[in-house]
Structures are given as structure tokens and as C-alpha cells.
């Protein structure tokens, strides 16, 4: 192959790789894998906060003390009657530990789908509850309190 048609070639598969790199994540149902429909989410909160988030399936809130307990405030009303005032468990699943019912739980994106779409048993999808960026508040509170093996925590992972 000539140089001009292998610099070609691989400039073409740099541009897809860049593009898909960039495409937004497909969210779904953590119970039957359809597509999760994020125009039904109750509005409010940060956009572009959420949007970085639907970009790489990382929480931007993770490690920021502020939104930790912004997460933990919202929490309180809307999750611990289930999953304990600590997410120690009660009626729900502890959260803090290496134990997820659904692991892929154990990433960002996989809580994410819980908490949207809800799951099996009394866990229902909250994003008439919760808007997005609400989600991701409480995500973080649940990851700042993790007392898990470290290494099992995909979220922290690059």
C-alpha cells in the first residue's frame, strides 16, 4: 500500500474512532435490556453536568464534597426509607458495600439504570421522583460512602 492510501486509511479510522468515542451512551433497562427513554425524566438540574455524564458513563460528581452532600440531603426523602438512613439496608439493598443485586451496579452507568429505570421487586424507576442531575447527586453520596474493597469499584476506575 502506497503511503498516500495508508495515511488516508488511517485518517478515515481515526475520524470513526473520534466519532464513536463521542457518541452518547444507549442507557437501559436493567431488567429487559430496551433502550431507557430519557425524555420522560423530570426536568431540572445541570444539563450539561448530565450531558458529560450521557458521554462517558462516568458521574462528574464523584469526589465533589459539595454535590456528596447535596446527594446525601436528597437521600434522605427519597431513599432511605427502603435502603436505611446510612444505605446500611432495610426493606431495600445496602448500597455502601462490594454486594450489588445487579451488578453492573458496580459502574456509574449500571447505577444510573437502576435508579432511572428501576428493577425487580419494590425498586421502581424514579425519574418521576428524581431528574437526572438528582440521580447523579445521590450516586455520589452512595460512592463517597462505599466501605467496599476498593478494587471492586469499577466506578473508580479509568
Known sequence: MNRKKLFVASAVSLALISSA???????RNTITGAPLDMSVAKSGGNQAVFNQFKETGKNPYNGDKEAVQKGHDLFMPACSGCHGHE???????????????????????????????????????QYVNLSTDEMLLI???????YKGDPKKAK???K
Open 21 to 27: 468515542a463521542l457518541a452518547e451512551i444507549t442507557f
Open 155 to 157: 466506578w473508580l476506575k
Open 87 to 125: 444505605a446500611e439496608g432495610k426493606l431495600g439493598p445496602g448500597l455502601a458495600d462490594d454486594y450489588w443485586t445487579y451488578p453492573s451496579a458496580a459502574t456509574d452507568q449500571g447505577l444510573f439504570e437502576v435508579l432511572f429505570g428501576g428493577a425487580n421487586g419494590m425498586m421502581g424507576p
Open 139 to 145: 450516586m455520589s453520596w452512595i460512592r463517597d460512602i
